[in-house]
């Protein structure tokens, strides 16, 4: 299966995580959703726009740079 | 008014501030809550007992300190 994994910035704690989750699980197509506090990604177990998860990280609060 | 000031560790953004202070408003008697995120402080406009606090800042997931 194809994965699409992004970087995103200001991500501090569980909560932020619960948040990004939230968000990205949100989008259209998208079933699964790791996200790595730790390493400040967000990966999607389908593909899916960069554009679309670019929104979903905008609407949680927080800014994709990769 | 009296108010009671107690210092905490470990919060690191607003999900966290909005945690922290869902918590402490819950104690019986306490009306104003107010979380400082750059001094890590959280104020209640009335006087409470530290085991309160303490035991409201835990179940938020934090650590009283002082």
Known sequence: MAE???????M??????ASVT?????????????VD???????SGEPVPVEKVAAAVTEAGYELVS
Chains 1, 2 share one sequence.
Do not use: F, M, R, W
Request: with cysteine.
């Open 22 to 34: 939230e968000e990205v699980a949100g989008i259209e197509g998208v079933q699964n959703v790791d």
């Open 4 to 10: 699409s994994t992004y970087t995103l910035k200001g």
């Open 37 to 43: 506090l730790a390493t400040g990604t967000v990966t």
């Open 12 to 17: 501090t704690c569980g909560h932020c995580v």
